[in-house]
């Protein structure tokens, strides 16, 4: 079998409208993705420069924040679904009816998220520590740093309707724009630089929450300025009757439990990683925010995938959907080696910069080799969940192939590695890639099937 994938692979790589569109939707992604985390990573080094209590708080905090974040974009990734094939066929009626459900969905989340955060802090902080010192730093930046949420989720929806509809540049000016703001306003506001408060972890949190608003502001008023497919009237983005619900609901609660399902996964992770202890999680934080550094290419192709692969079976055209289905994976095996060879030569190196103490640096270069060794197979699952199965409108498949490898194998190794073997948090954190490799494997077979092919607004 994957000889004969090797072979088609071969075929199809030459196609210049391929890399032409694959190129213009995926590098502003890209771009946008490598300045978020390389500015978050600056971010993450300066909080570490008060200590390893702070990094730890911010850290845990930002892990309720990461269940906001996959929720919102299971919603706009679930409308994004309907939106690129709307597209394939130019059906702009339904793509304002479609945005403006994921813009009411995620103002909903907003809320639901934004409270408990605001209310009861210190309960969400204590679920992932019992260090009463990074449970009071944590409540702190969390009860203000989520009123941010909000903004977020209007800049989410904006952005994934704009990439659906081939249009990737705008939502990855701002957000520079926006990532740059943030990072000199923590500067100032974590430090008391430039003639501002010092204010620690609470003065990062204020930068997030004015770098949101302004970020959310800008694309709105861009997206009205042009008056694009998005800039609907109020009228036609709120269109959206009980017949129209009913034929999109399935697909965008599949998206949404998926993202939600890995998110909590990811969480549960974090807790094990937590009772570990306090070094166990800075050690982890800071391997989380290096290896985003190095993924963000692949995320940007993936995300080129599902727009690329929605566009042409709206369109009907199922043949070349599958083939660029091939392409994709070919070419994330490729880049895949160039920055699994990357990571692990940098990883000493970018460590260093953190102030941290030498058992934390050690377990985080141990366990940034351990994802560059399996980088391949993680690169794979991601164009293949995140893209093409997405893209395709396969969403249901996605949701239980992630449900099954994260819950079954990769949260009960980690558990079993952790409190019963008690292991170093780098085994542990191996441990977790069996899922990745049980994943592999079922996603490729699907792909092979040629089942994941659904034309999703055809009756629409």
Not at 274 to 282: D, E, F, L, N, P
Not at 422 to 445: D, G, H, M, Q, S
């Amino acid at each position: 079998m994957i000889a004969s994938i090797t072979a088609k692979m071969q075929i199809l790589m030459i196609d210049k409208e391929f890399y032409r569109t694959m190129l213009k939707i995926s590098i502003p992604i890209i771009i946008q993705s490598f300045v978020a985390s390389s500015l978050n990573m600056i971010d993450t080094i300066m909080i570490g420069r008060l200590g390893e209590e702070p990094l730890a708080a911010v850290g845990i905090a930002n892990q309720y924040f990461f269940l906001f974040n996959l929720t919102v974009i299971g919603i706009c990734s679930g409308c994004g679904v309907f939106i690129s094939q709307f597209w394939g066929k130019k059906d702009i009626g339904n793509i304002r009816r479609t945005h403006g459900l994921s813009l009411s969905f995620v103002t909903v989340a907003a809320i639901i998220f934004t409270l408990p955060a605001i209310f009861i802090p210190e309960k969400i902080i204590s679920v992932f520590n019992i260090d009463s010192a990074v449970i009071g730093l944590g409540a702190k930046y969390l009860g203000l740093v989520s009123i941010s949420y909000i903004f977020t989720g209007i800049t989410f929806a904006y952005s994934f309707s704009l990439r659906s509809t081939e249009n990737a540049i705008p939502p990855m000016t701002v957000s520079t724009v926006a990532l740059l703001l943030n990072t000199v306003l923590n500067y100032g506001l974590i430090f008391g630089n430039m003639g501002l408060p010092k204010m620690g972890v609470v003065g990062a949190a204020v930068a997030t929450v004015i770098a949101r608003l302004v970020e959310s502001v800008l694309l709105v008023a861009y997206v009205y300025a042009i008056k694009g497919p998005l800039a609907g009237k109020l009228r036609e983005l709120a269109d959206i009757d009980a017949k129209f619900m009913g034929k999109v609901k399935h697909i965008i609660m599949s998206v949404v439990l998926n993202e939600a399902c890995w998110g909590f996964g990811f969480v549960a992770y974090s807790v094990v990683y937590g009772r570990i202890g306090t070094q166990a999680i800075a050690a982890v934080q800071i391997c989380n925010t290096i290896q985003n550094i190095f993924l963000v290419v692949i995320f940007g192709m993936a995300s080129a995938s599902a727009v690329m692969i929605g566009n042409c079976i709206g369109a009907g055209e199922e043949e070349k959907a599958r083939d660029n289905a091939y392409r994709f994976t070919a070419l994330g095996v490729v880049v895949g080696l160039f920055i699994a060879a990357m990571l692990a030569l940098a990883a000493p190196l970018i460590v260093s910069f953190f102030n941290i103490s030498g058992a934390v640096a050690r377990a985080a270069v141990i366990m940034l080799y351990i994802t560059a060794g399996s980088l391949i197979v993680r690169v794979f699952n991601i164009l293949m969940i995140v893209g093409i199965l997405r893209g395709g409108g396969d969403t249901k498949f996605s949701l239980l192939t992630e449900a099954f490898t994260m819950w079954f194998i990769g949260v009960t190794a980690a558990v079993i590695g952790a409190f019963v073997l008690r292991l170093p948090v780098y085994w542990v954190y191996a441990l977790v890639i069996l899922e990745e490799i049980a994943k592999f494997a079922i996603v490729l077979y699907r792909l092979v099937s040629n089942k994941w092919i659904k034309n999703i607004v055809h009756n629409i």
